[in-house]
């Protein structure tokens, strides 16, 4: 029987996806691990849960020995606008934890996912239909690390054979989970706002496009990338995928849709509007679609029609 740890799985994908893998698995196949913030009832009562600190690799060896661990799925970081204000902490966890599941994975054999971001890239990247090989100069320590981790996992499979495989995701939006430090947080807001209040104060600007992903095609890319045929994957690691591209009003615009007497406006963060800015409006993503055959479900109009409903009915029927 197939094992899993998830670590970082109290986090925005983690929690969502421990869930999922669950129910494809097995509830005793998939261990969740976190790390400081405690899990939901949902997550706790649905398997196994642990508190380990992705910093201190004997943390992870330990469950991975005593659950026979065959594939890990690292989720746990410190994001953009958060790794920022602590850098120290950002660089600890984003490129010293993976490194701790590296080693693991090399000495007991497992296989890695790892997510990387569109923070990889920076201003001097082109900016409209990124490449999947492309330069690479981000601007954020967050950017930074996740560059080093694409280094490491690349240099893991080729030196030691691990079979370590990765996304670039770029902004994540889910009604299930709070969002936890990142730049695009915004495109989780304004849809509670909406339904809560019929207004939102943007921290990003008018114009500000950024790919976008709807969570149940986030965890779909995970799971189907992991199940591909490795003979197929030439890049193996940090494959770009996206689903749409948006910018606040163009989402404002299919919230109006749905509720007429929603109102936007702004309120600019400099810190977030500059990493913003230092990321592709949109990317390529034909690399994943030709080597494991990736596909989105959700546009924009089709995700956001499925939020406000979901949203409406969580606030009617608040459990």
């Avoid at 976190?34 to 910093?55: A, N």
């Avoid at 054999?109 to 492309?134: E, K, M, W, Y």
Wanted: aromatic share 10%; glycine share 6%.
């Amino acid at each position: 029987m197939k094992k899993v740890l998830v670590t970082g799985a109290t986090g925005q994908i983690g929690s969502e996806l421990t869930l999922l893998l669950r129910e494809n698995l097995g509830s005793a196949g998939v261990i969740a691990a976190g790390h400081i913030k405690k899990p939901d009832s949902v997550l706790r009562e649905s398997g196994p849960f642990h508190y380990i600190d992705c910093t201190q690799i004997d943390t992870i060896a330990e469950l991975v020995k005593k659950y026979k661990v065959d594939t890990i799925y690292h989720l746990a970081a410190v994001l953009s606008a958060s790794a920022e204000k602590n850098l120290q902490l950002g660089w600890q966890v984003n490129v010293n934890g993976l490194y701790n599941v590296l080693e693991v994975a090399r000495e007991y054999g497992c296989a890695v996912f790892t997510p990387s971001s569109v923070a990889i890239f920076g201003p001097s990247t082109p900016l409209q239909n990124t490449p999947q090989d492309t330069v690479q100069r981000p601007t954020t320590i967050y950017g930074v690390a996740k560059v080093a981790g694409e280094l490491l996992c690349d240099y893991y499979f080729k030196r030691f054979g691990v079979d370590t495989r990765g996304v670039r995701y770029p902004g994540l939006i889910s009604y299930k989970t709070p969002p936890g430090g990142g730049t695009t947080d915004y495109a989780v807001e304004i849809y509670f706002e909406a339904v809560r209040n019929k207004r939102y104060t943007c921290y990003l600007k008018e114009g500000t496009y950024l790919d976008m992903m709807y969570m149940p095609d986030a965890l779909k890319a995970a799971v189907e990338l992991m199940e591909a045929d490795p003979g197929r994957l030439k890049h193996r690691n940090a494959f770009n995928v996206t689903a749409m591209s948006a910018a606040p009003e163009t989402i404002a615009s299919e919230i109006k849709k749905l509720i007429p007497d929603f109102a936007i406006d702004y309120q600019i963060d400099p810190l977030r509007q500059a990493i913003a800015d230092s990321w592709p409006d949109s990317m390529d993503d034909s690399a994943s679609r030709q080597e494991w055959d990736w596909k989105p479900e959700y546009d924009l109009q089709a995700m956001t029609r499925d939020i406000i409903q979901n949203i409406s009915q969580m606030l009617e029927n608040p459990s």
